[in-house]
């Protein structure tokens, strides 16, 4: 029965996090600090389109690349707020959520062995997407450099056939971004080592120190680069599954002819919302974005307090906390902290297994909830 | 909107200690600021928002909007009338808006019975009020920006990447 599953297949996901997950989701009223999405659910102008397009009969399929209207917005959003310029017809392909927009990238790129370059501690599927996709993950570990990549980092990671890199700014788990001269710098060595860039730009609209920049905005990086963006995070739209991918029309060529075939196109529903979501939602982000910020100052002021080390996370909604001092691995720590006092975060061995002695904490969760978590956190630890 | 105002919007029982390190401010200033509010009387009182539907004893569980027709008097206009009105307990809120008629008050009372005695001893009777048209409220679905509902019970799973 185990040759039917493939040897790819069987090869992925660690599996001691899956079942911690179970445990999280068989127990009841656990404060749950290990959710990655926002808390805020959709504001009701953009789910009352979604509603309003049902009423009016917009059940059909769209275009495979997606409903132009929304390209189109897409295109104005990006011009008006980056001044950056993807023509709505040939070089923007709406995708179910960035998710599907990555593995798009990295099937329409890779050539069996090629390699992709993936920092560390990074998102979950990165790796696996490469590896099913044929491609061999080359991991950067950045922990000594704060989380950051560094210009030397990415050239001591490059080999012959490497052929991609992904960034991820701000970054999930770390909350770690770039200003404008990091990245700069970054670009240099990518374009030096002629790496296409997959920039995974989700949580962009949740930096909090500085303006966010997108890497293709950087002289000469736009024609190197695959921008993936999405509305799940900035707008609390997850379930809606809508995201975007923008790139030379060359690559959304090729992503498109994968789409096409194996999702044919975004729910028709999910892409009438996030036009509207361009159309009213900047004001509920700049609000979201502000109570982030909010919970972002508390809960380093009580890690701090408590005695648990954490850099500032410069964006997203996630602190990656080291619990070194407790002499627990993050697993343990992980379940014991659930046990104990029902608070859910995540083990950082998640994110990688060299990052053992961290865990990630998101404050998208109410304050009242993270006051109570953090309360409970502390008596854990002592 | 000063961001201090927002929480304090969102929870009145936010501490000066709490939302410093929320704004990452010293909780001197935050206490100043707020206490400065106060004074100006930005910030006027504080107070939980209640669903007096849920309770069953309530001395204000009848609610009624009353618009009144007055005529205004030399000098003073509608000032001294509508203090004379809203100075009763029974007025929780007292409005002097345009249109068909001139004030727009809240009335609340334990019961249809009080709120309807309040109308036609108290008010109506009063020398300036040329008339009043009274609408009792039925269902409160929102009040004061807060949806009056039960806490609804969480819809995201309680972990994920």
Same mark, same amino acid.
């Given at each position: 029965?185990?040759?039917?599953?493939?040897?790819?297949?069987?090869?992925?996901?660690?599996?001691?996090?899956?079942?911690?997950?179970?445990?999280?989701?068989?127990?009841?009223?656990?404060?749950?600090?290990?959710?990655?999405?926002?808390?805020?659910?959709?504001?009701?102008?953009?789910?009352?389109?979604?509603?309003?397009?049902?009423?009016?009969?917009?059940?059909?399929?769209?275009?495979?690349?997606?409903?132009? =209207?929304?390209?189109?917005?897409?295109?104005?959003?990006?011009?008006?707020?980056?001044?950056?310029?993807?023509?709505?017809?040939?070089?923007?392909?709406?995708?179910?959520?960035?998710?599907?927009?990555?593995?798009?990238?990295?099937?329409?790129?890779?050539?069996?062995?090629?390699?992709?370059?993936?920092?560390?501690?990074?998102?979950?599927?990165?790796?696996?997407?490469?590896?099913?996709?044929?491609?061999?993950?080359?991991?950067?570990?950045?922990?000594?450099?704060?989380?950051?990549?560094?210009?030397?980092?990415?050239?001591?990671?490059?080999?012959?056939?490497?052929?991609?890199?992904?960034?991820?700014?701000?970054?999930?788990?770390?909350?770690?971004?770039?200003?404008?001269?990091?990245?700069?710098?970054?670009?240099?060595?990518?374009?030096?080592?002629?790496?296409?860039?997959?920039?995974?730009?989700?949580?962009?609209?949740?930096?909090?120190?500085?303006?966010?920049?997108?890497?293709?905005?950087?002289?000469?990086?736009?024609?190197?680069?695959?921008?993936?963006?999405?509305?799940?995070?900035?707008?609390?739209?997850?379930?809606?599954?809508?995201?975007?991918?923008?790139?030379?029309?060359?690559?959304?060529?090729?992503?498109?002819?994968?789409?096409?075939?194996?999702?044919?196109?975004?729910?028709?529903?999910?892409?009438?919302?996030?036009?509207?979501?361009?159309?009213?939602?900047?004001?509920?982000?700049?609000?979201?974005?502000?109570?982030?910020?909010?919970?972002?100052?508390?809960?380093?002021?009580?890690?701090?307090?408590?005695?648990?080390?954490?850099? =500032?996370?410069?964006?997203?909604?996630?602190?990656?906390?080291?619990?070194?001092?407790?002499?627990?691995?993050?697993?343990?720590?992980?379940?014991?902290?659930?046990?104990?006092?029902?608070?859910?975060?995540?083990?950082?061995?998640?994110?990688?297994?060299?990052?053992?002695?961290?865990?990630?904490?998101?404050?998208?969760?109410?304050?009242?909830?993270?006051?109570?978590?953090?309360?409970?956190?502390?008596?854990?630890?002592? | 909107?000063?961001?201090?105002?927002?929480?304090?919007?969102?929870?009145?029982?936010?501490?000066?200690?709490?939302?410093?390190?929320?704004?990452?401010?010293?909780?001197?200033?935050?206490?100043?600021?707020?206490?400065?509010?106060?004074?100006?009387?930005?910030?006027?009182?504080?107070?939980?928002?209640?669903?007096?539907?849920?309770?069953?004893?309530?001395?204000?569980?009848?609610?009624?909007?009353?618009?009144?027709?007055?005529?205004?008097?030399?000098?003073?206009?509608?000032?001294?009338?509508?203090?004379?009105?809203?100075?009763?307990?029974?007025?929780?809120?007292?409005?002097?808006?345009?249109?068909?008629?001139?004030?727009?008050?809240?009335?609340?009372?334990?019961?249809?019975?009080?709120?309807?005695?309040?109308?036609?001893?108290?008010?109506?009777?009063?020398?300036?009020?040329?008339?009043?048209?009274?609408?009792?409220?039925?269902?409160?679905?929102?009040?004061?920006?807060?949806?009056?509902?039960?806490?609804?019970?969480?819809?995201?799973?309680?972990?994920?990447?």
């Amino acid at each position: 029965m185990k040759d039917i599953i493939s040897k790819k297949v069987q090869d992925m996901q660690p599996s001691g996090i899956r079942q911690f997950f179970d445990l999280v989701l068989g127990m009841k009223e656990v404060i749950s600090l290990g959710v990655g999405e926002p808390d805020f659910v959709t504001p009701w102008q953009i789910r009352e389109a979604g509603i309003f397009s049902l009423e009016e009969g917009f059940t059909s399929y769209t275009s495979n690349k997606g409903l132009y =209207k929304l390209r189109l917005s897409i295109s104005r959003y990006l011009k008006n707020r980056y001044g950056l310029e993807y023509c709505p017809d040939e070089e923007i392909l709406i995708t179910v959520g960035a998710s599907e927009g990555l593995d798009l990238a990295l099937r329409a790129i890779i050539n069996p062995g090629d390699k992709i370059l993936i920092p560390t501690p990074g998102y979950v599927s990165y790796g696996p997407l490469t590896e099913l996709a044929g491609g061999i993950p080359i991991y950067i570990n950045t922990r000594d450099s704060g989380f950051k990549l560094t210009p030397k980092l990415i050239a001591e990671g490059v080999e012959k056939k490497t052929k991609a890199i992904i960034l991820n700014y701000p970054n999930n788990p770390t909350g770690v971004s770039y200003t404008k001269k990091e990245l700069e710098e970054l670009k240099k060595v990518i374009l030096k080592h002629k790496l296409l860039c997959i920039s995974d730009e989700i949580y962009g609209d949740l930096t909090y120190d500085f303006e966010h920049t997108p890497f293709p905005t950087l002289s000469g990086a736009k024609e190197h680069t695959i921008y993936l963006n999405g509305f799940s995070k900035a707008y609390a739209m997850t379930g809606w599954r809508v995201g975007f991918a923008c790139a030379t029309k060359e690559i959304i060529a090729a992503m498109t002819k994968i789409h096409q075939y194996t999702i044919m196109c975004v729910p028709i529903t999910s892409q009438m919302a996030a036009c509207e979501a361009l159309v009213s939602g900047r004001k509920s982000v700049e609000e979201m974005k502000r109570e982030y910020k909010r919970r972002r100052e508390f809960v380093l002021e009580r890690l701090n307090a408590i005695g648990l080390e954490c850099r =500032k996370p410069q964006g997203a909604f996630y602190a990656f906390v080291s619990v070194k001092n407790t002499k627990l691995k993050s697993l343990e720590f992980a379940k014991e902290l659930l046990k104990e006092q029902k608070v859910a975060v995540v083990p950082g061995v998640a994110f990688g297994s060299e990052f053992n002695d961290y865990i990630r904490i998101s404050y998208a969760s109410s304050m009242e909830n993270l006051k109570e978590a953090l309360s409970r956190i502390e008596i854990f630890i002592k | 909107m000063d961001e201090i105002l927002e929480v304090l919007e969102k929870d009145a029982r936010a501490t000066p200690e709490e939302i410093a390190k929320m704004l990452k401010k010293k909780t001197q200033g935050i206490k100043e600021a707020i206490k400065k509010y106060e004074k100006d009387g930005v910030i006027l009182k504080y107070k939980a928002v209640i669903n007096k539907e849920l309770i069953k004893d309530a001395d204000a569980s009848v609610r009624a909007l009353i618009e009144v027709n007055i005529t205004p008097q030399k000098d003073v206009g509608f000032d001294k009338i509508a203090e004379r009105i809203y100075s009763f307990p029974e007025v929780a809120s007292c409005y002097l808006i345009s249109g068909t008629y001139d004030l727009l008050l809240i009335v609340e009372g334990k019961d249809l019975h009080t709120v309807a005695r309040f109308v036609a001893e108290k008010l109506a009777p009063l020398e300036n009020v040329k008339g009043t048209t009274t609408h009792f409220l039925l269902k409160k679905y929102k009040e004061d920006g807060v949806i009056l509902k039960h806490r609804e019970e969480n819809k995201r799973i309680a972990i994920s990447y």
